[in-house]
């Protein structure tokens, strides 16, 4: 099963860059990360998928699959959860892969 999901994170970047200096920490809302916490559940257990969040850091969406063992390696999740993105009219960054998160970030407080 193959599902994607948006979310307006409390209320815009590519394949997991964004243009930040070495120090500096790309920033997200407390509710993009409560996103990320529900996300993390519906990969749980060895399912693929992506994260993403605009470059503002108040948006988010996701794809994944669902079934660990029924997953195919050959789509790409980051790629359905950028389009989903774009078609929801923000610019992402992919955050996390799986599991994974994989850019240098903070949490607003």
Not at 3 to 15: G, N, W, Y
Not at 72 to 87: M, R
């Amino acid at each position: 099963m193959f599902l994607a999901m948006p979310l307006l994170a409390a209320c815009q970047p590519q394949e997991g860059r964004i243009n930040l200096n070495a120090d500096e920490k790309f920033i997200i809302s407390k509710g993009t990360w409560d996103y990320y916490q529900k996300y993390l559940q519906d990969v749980g257990g060895g399912a693929r998928g992506a994260f993403v969040v605009s470059e503002d850091g108040y948006y988010a969406t996701y794809s994944y699959c669902s079934a660990a063992q029924a997953c195919y390696y050959n789509i790409n999740y980051s790629s359905e959860a950028l389009k989903n993105c774009t078609s929801d009219g923000y610019k992402c960054i992919v955050f996390a892969k799986d599991s994974d998160i994989i850019v240098d970030y903070a949490v607003a407080e």
